[in-house]
């Protein structure tokens, strides 16, 4: 048989297959239905009534309904989520907070008519902290050690008032003998450089720090009062410096993610003390003295530069 008569012949035989299919797909979309014709009408009472057309023995056609779709192929299961890479990188970030500090300290004076005293000042002074921060974080097991720099403005401020009045030369008070401290404090900038160890529980670290402060003060008296010999006196100085202290804490961070973590931070500083003894012609002298401590706490986030771990493609 030649090439010619088998490409003949498989012709043939599709196009027969092809019109039996078509003819098969027919005789389903009839079954159960009469062929459409007149009306039969039949005799009644009053009078032609019509007639059933369907034939003897024929099922009646089905109602007709919406199709249902039958998924073969269910979609595959979410990928597994991007594990934690751990806290090793350099961060960065911003925090903010309360911080109240103690003005512990006194001012001592005595005036050309032997009136003196030493008040103390004991007001805190308080308000809000808040700035930025970068750091390094190197992980080893579940131990993290790192180094951390801060810097924050702040508004902390506090002005005290203090009366001091000469109850032995003037029991009743009647002639004002005494004299009356108007002492302030503010802070305008704080920082630090800070070592951090910590545990890893996964995500959350637990940590302590601690290092060296270093702010920027204003310090301000003011003094004023009746001498002995009923005689008024007055002094004031303003003096601003920049004093280098310690700072030790703790804190907790979460990682959202492998970039983004929150963070909760208390720490104590301890700036020294601020001297103020100025000389005035008057005779009149004094001597201020600050200690300079601090609580703060802190909130904040830090957003980790070190590349997110590859995605990991769920296996179905």
Known sequence: MSRFSLFRDFLLASACAIMLTGADQAGAAGVGAAPA??????????????????????APAAPAGPAVAVNLFPPPPPPPPVPFAGWTGFYAGAQIGYAWGDNVGTIAYATPNDLYGAPPLGNEAQGVIGGVHVGYNYQIDQFVIGVEGTLDPTTLTRNSVILNPDIVADP????????????????????????????????????????VAFGAFKSYFQ????DLNLATFYASDTRSTSRVGWTAGGGVEYA????????????????GHITDVPTFSSGLTYTGDRHLTQNQVQVGFSYKFAPPPPPVVSKY
């Open 37 to 58: 014709g007149p009306a039969q009408f039949g005799t009644g009472p009053t009078g032609p009534t019509p007639t059933s057309t369907t034939q003897p023995g024929a």
């Open 172 to 211: 009743t008070g009647a002639l004002g003998i005494g004299s009356t401290v108007n002492g302030f404090v503010q802070s305008t900038i704080q920082g630090a450089i800070r070592a951090r160890v910590g545990y890893a529980f996964d995500r959350l670290l637990v940590y302590g720090t601690g290092g």
């Open 223 to 226: 003094l004023y009062g009746i």
């Open 256 to 271: 959202i993610n492998n970039n983004w973590s929150v963070i909760g931070e208390y720490r104590y500083s301890d700036f």
